[in-house]
C-alpha cells in the first residue's frame, strides 16, 4: 500500500516504510526500485517483529551519528537496501536476516 501526502517523508527523500506501509511525497512516482528497497525493509521489519526493527534501527543511528559520514547510509538496513534495490528478484533468494553481513 502507498500513501501519498505532503508530509512523509521528509523533502530530500523518495519513500519512507511505516510498518510495512509506504508514504510517498505528492506528486512522487514510486518505481520499481524504491518498492523494492522498501519491500526489503519490510522483510528486516517482519524478522525483527517490527518492533525490535525500530529499536535497532535508531540505535545503529544514534551510534554512527558522530562518526564521520552520513548516519542515514551507514546504517546495516539501509546499506543492504540500497546494495540490492536494483535486483529486483532479490528477496526470493535472500536468506534471512541478511542485514546482519551489513554491520
Given amino acids: 500500500m502507498i500513501i501519498h501526502n505532503r508530509f512523509l517523508p521528509f523533502k530530500g527523500f523518495t519513500a519512507i516504510n511505516l510498518c510495512g506501509i509506504i508514504f510517498a511525497r505528492r506528486g512522487v512516482k514510486v518505481n520499481a526500485v ?41 546504517i546495516s538496513f539501509e546499506r543492504e537496501a540500497y546494495a540490492h534495490e536494483h535486483d529486483l528478484g532479490y528477496l ?12
Avoid at 519490510?42 to 525490535?52: F, S
Fill in 34 to 74: 524504491t518498492m523494492n528497497h522498501e519491500h526489503i525493509h519490510t522483510r528486516q521489519m517482519l524478522e525483527l517483529l517490527v518492533v525490535g526493527f525500530y529499536l535497532w534501527y535508531v540505535l545503529e543511528w544514534l551510534i554512527r551519528l558522530p562518526r564521520k559520514g552520513n548516519a542515514y547510509r551507514h
Fill in 92 to 103: 526470493a533468494h535472500r536468506k534471512p536476516f541478511a542485514w546482519w553481513h551489513y554491520l
